[in-house]
């Protein structure tokens, strides 16, 4: 006690000989007040996009969604290693009291608050002063729409918190204060507004513009649309009139001629093709950028294998069940019913078998190219703990050691390589998905069957040294008649599996299952199957009406002095 009241003595004797001095490290709410200053704070609340921390990331969902909807394993060096996330992977060990839960409910409450404070200086600024008042006010209003997105698709009941609302009343804002269908509509309003005041395109690479607006707020309509109770999460109803808005929403965006699908899968995860056709919106890492490490991807610094070239961590290991779901039928299309019979295991059950190109762009296979490089070649060695998570890593959010975006910090790594938050394949299964719901299948078929198309011939990349194909490919578009009988129950089955295969270990598979109200079905039949290939998941369940969304943090409640309500179940 004493050492600390001499600390605090000196440095009060220190402030008091330094009194006309302004203070180095701090600026004044006045500061703050210039054209130049309100744009500093705008690019603060962009780069609260990325502000990850590897073991309870929120920009990157392997945590949040992946390890949690049966596409992944948390892998790493066993079930003790980071035991917090395996307690989301098999559920039954998850408390209130997981700290990654509330790191990642404080981050992104972190980025809400930027934004306020942006907003907050952006209304009190003259537009003649500041020309780019207009756009800026809508480009934060869209960043806010994006964490509350998250946050609710996370927990479900959040307080919303605006730029009103003072800092020393967000403890007494409920998180029960808006209803369920209050707080879809809150964060859809967010997008509106930024689709009505951004421009179509933006000067700078990106900065939110007016698609990307109305594409989010598609996702946003389409989420609300599977209608749920406050303390029910069974999906009761989809509104129609929802559907035909997102249908709307999509058709505009894809109507912009904006964007398009690359035409290589692969373009979506090499930093060369970064900001290409089919990215709606990003979050922009940097590398050497003045700043100590560079803005990486710290959320996926331990996802890389254990090679020398790379050394840490191992984590991220798709599922026995998910490799099994790329193979095909002898039609070329997926096996719904029997991909899980046999299991795909290494060497000649690539080329004995058929499979959708998205295997090898999604899924480090031991023998085959590792992130397309044939003098590259993963190895059964770069795995750490095998005999617990299996044969498999993810490739998608890696990048290979001499791409210029890797970035080592010792033990661990990433790269700025970009990070999509929207792309355009997703508006072609949203419309898709809409339509099949609204009844409309037939007029759903050649949107999925784009996607497909493009699939099929993204092998170019996917080839060994002799230039022969990694894996045995054999993939088809549905032909109604021919290969299918397309109806509507049929339709939705191909539409859930597309989203399956085309985002595979990229986080939105868990929040699928979610919306479509089909959560504890898919993963109690996930978990019955995947235990007797691996044991760590034996105890493994999962709880309807409660497992749904995540509890609200214990520190979240006590901060609150018990004002926010818990979810069911918890």
Not at 252 to 281: M, R
Not at 346 to 356: A, K, V
Not at 427 to 452: S, T
Request: one cysteine or more; aromatic letters at 12%; hydrophobic letters at 40%.
């Amino acid at each position: 006690m004493t050492r600390y009241l001499y600390i605090s003595l000196l440095l009060l004797l220190a402030s008091c000989t330094q009194l006309d001095k302004t203070p180095q490290g701090i600026i004044s709410d006045e500061q703050l007040n210039t054209p130049e200053n309100i744009d500093k704070l705008c690019i603060a609340a962009y780069s609260g996009l990325g502000n990850d921390w590897g073991f309870a990331p929120y920009a990157s969902m392997w945590v949040t969604g992946s390890v949690r909807s049966g596409e992944a394993y948390k892998g790493g060096d066993g079930v003790g290693d980071q035991d917090f996330i395996n307690a989301f992977e098999v559920f039954t060990l998850n408390r209130i009291d997981n700290f990654a839960m509330d790191v990642i409910w404080y981050r992104l409450y972190v980025g809400i608050k930027r934004v306020n404070t942006a907003i907050s200086k952006l209304n009190a600024v003259d537009e003649q002063l500041f020309p780019a008042k207009k756009t800026r006010l809508a480009e934060m209003r869209f960043l806010r729409g994006h964490f509350y997105f998250m946050l609710k698709i996370i927990f479900k009941h959040i307080p919303y918190i605006d730029e009103n609302v003072l800092p020393e009343d967000y403890k007494v804002v409920s998180n029960r204060a808006l209803t369920n269908d209050q707080l879809w509509n809150s964060i859809a309003a967010e997008f509106a507004y930024a689709a009505d005041n951004l421009p179509g395109d933006q000067p700078e690479t990106g900065r939110a513009n007016k698609w990307a607006a109305k594409a989010y707020l598609a996702r946003v309509t389409l989420y609300q649309a599977y209608t749920q109770g406050d303390n029910d999460h069974a999906v009761t109803g989809i509104d129609a009139a929802k559907l035909n808005e997102v249908v709307g929403l999509c058709n505009e965006v894809i109507g912009s001629g904006k964007y398009s699908l690359s035409t290589d899968f692969a373009h979506n995860f090499l930093t060369q093709f970064e900001n290409g056709p089919e990215s709606i919106f990003a979050i922009q890492f940097s590398k050497d950028d003045g700043t100590a490490v560079g803005r990486i991807a710290t959320g996926d610094y331990l996802n890389y294998p254990m090679n020398p070239e790379f050394g840490c961590c191992g984590f991220h290991m798709p599922s026995q069940s998910m490799v099994n779901s790329f193979k095909t039928s002898p039609q070329g299309l997926p096996q719904f019913d029997t991909y899980n019979n046999t299991d795909i295991l290494e060497g000649s059950d690539f080329l004995t078998h058929t499979f959708d190109p998205r295997l090898d762009h999604t899924v480090a296979i031991i023998g085959h190219p590792y992130k397309y490089s044939t003098n590259f070649i993963f190895a059964k060695s770069w795995l750490r703990a095998p005999e617990v998570y299996g044969n498999y890593m993810s490739l998608k959010e890696v990048v290979a050691p001499d791409d210029p975006s890797f970035k080592k910090m010792p033990p661990f790594m990433s790269s700025s390589k970009n990070q999509d938050i929207i792309r355009f394949d997703d508006i072609l299964l949203y419309k898709a998905e809409a339509l099949i719901e609204l009844n409309r299948e037939m007029e759903a078929l050649p949107l999925i069957n784009q996607v497909r198309e493009r699939a099929i011939n993204s092998t170019d990349l996917l080839k060994q040294a002799d230039n022969s194909p990694a894996s045995n490919y054999h993939m088809d578009i549905y032909k109604p008649g021919v290969n299918c009988n397309w109806t509507k129950d049929f339709a939705r089955q191909a539409l859930q599996w597309e989203r399956k295969l085309e985002f595979s270990m990229e986080g939105w598979r868990f929040f699928d299952l979610v919306r479509w109200g089909i959560a504890a079905e898919t993963l109690n039949a996930y978990f019955a199957r995947e235990k007797t290939r691996r044991p760590h998941l034996n105890t493994a369940h999962f709880q309807k009406n409660k497992d749904e969304y995540w509890p609200i943090p214990l520190n979240q409640i006590n901060y609150s002095s018990g004002l926010y309500e818990q979810n069911p179940g918890w």
